[in-house]
């Protein structure tokens, strides 16, 4: 085993005994590290690794409803708007099982006030599925810095996209676009 698997193998097990003790039927791989730079109220900051949590309920159940709760109706990201994020999770739950995601905060905060706060959280993961015609554990997506954008809605953080604009912005070469959350 190398540095690296070992660095993995100990973010992981951090990640599982941080949400050990919380009340919940599904553990999120979900962590905020003593080094993730927080500008942002305590109880946000319970009301967002929530979403995630949510999110990662909803996931491993399948239940599209529920994963959908968590978009913005006024979704936009790289030009896919939330009917399109739906077809692209009907499509990996038909095409995939026992998917699993794990998120690493390294920035949370808050920017704005009253309708218009917006969190915005800096984080590398990934989403892992096993699909079912070859029974192949494969990565589904993955990020490294990318930032979530989410609004609070109707006293429900949900993800929004892209924030401040219609124009789709040009990504470098080499960067996918990270549309699920």
Same mark, same amino acid.
């Given at each position: 085993?190398?540095?690296?698997?070992?660095?993995?193998?100990?973010?992981?097990?951090?990640?599982?005994?941080?949400?050990?003790?919380?009340?919940?039927?599904?553990?999120? @791989?979900?962590?905020?590290?003593?080094?993730?730079? /927080?500008?942002? +109220?305590?109880?946000?900051?319970? #009301?967002?690794?929530? *979403? %995630?949590?949510?999110?990662?309920?909803?996931?491993?159940?399948?239940?599209?409803?529920?994963?959908?709760?968590?978009?913005?109706?006024?979704?936009?990201?790289?030009?896919?708007? @939330?009917?399109?994020?739906?077809?692209?999770?009907? /499509?990996?739950? +038909?095409?995939?099982?026992?998917? #699993?995601?794990?998120? *690493? %905060?390294?920035?949370?905060?808050?920017?704005?006030?009253?309708?218009?706060?917006?969190?915005?959280?800096?984080?590398?993961?990934?989403?892992?599925?096993?699909?079912?015609?070859? @029974?192949?554990?494969?990565?589904?997506?993955?990020?490294?810095?990318?930032?979530?954008?989410?609004?609070? #809605?109707?006293?429900?953080?949900?993800?929004?996209?892209?924030?401040?604009?219609?124009?789709?912005?040009?990504?470098?070469?080499?960067?996918?676009?990270?549309?699920?959350?």
């Amino acid at each position: 085993m190398n540095f690296q698997s070992v660095s993995i193998l100990g973010t992981v097990c951090l990640g599982l005994g941080l949400w050990a003790s919380q009340p919940s039927v599904v553990i999120a @791989k979900t962590q905020v590290t003593p080094s993730t730079i /927080q500008e942002v +109220e305590p109880q946000a900051a319970k #009301e967002l690794l929530s *979403t %995630f949590e949510q999110a990662e309920q909803a996931m491993q159940a399948r239940d599209i409803e529920g994963i959908m709760a968590l978009y913005s109706d006024e979704y936009y990201y790289h030009g896919l708007k @939330k009917s399109d994020i739906r077809k692209i999770w009907s /499509q990996l739950f +038909e095409h995939y099982k026992e998917l #699993e995601s794990f998120h *690493t %905060f390294s920035v949370m905060r808050t920017v704005g006030s009253g309708s218009k706060l917006t969190a915005e959280i800096t984080c590398t993961g990934v989403i892992w599925g096993t699909a079912k015609d070859t @029974k192949l554990r494969t990565p589904i997506d993955s990020w490294y810095e990318e930032v979530h954008y989410l609004r609070k #809605e109707n006293g429900r953080w949900r993800i929004v996209g892209n924030v401040g604009g219609e124009s789709e912005p040009v990504l470098p070469f080499g960067v996918a676009p990270h549309p699920l959350f």
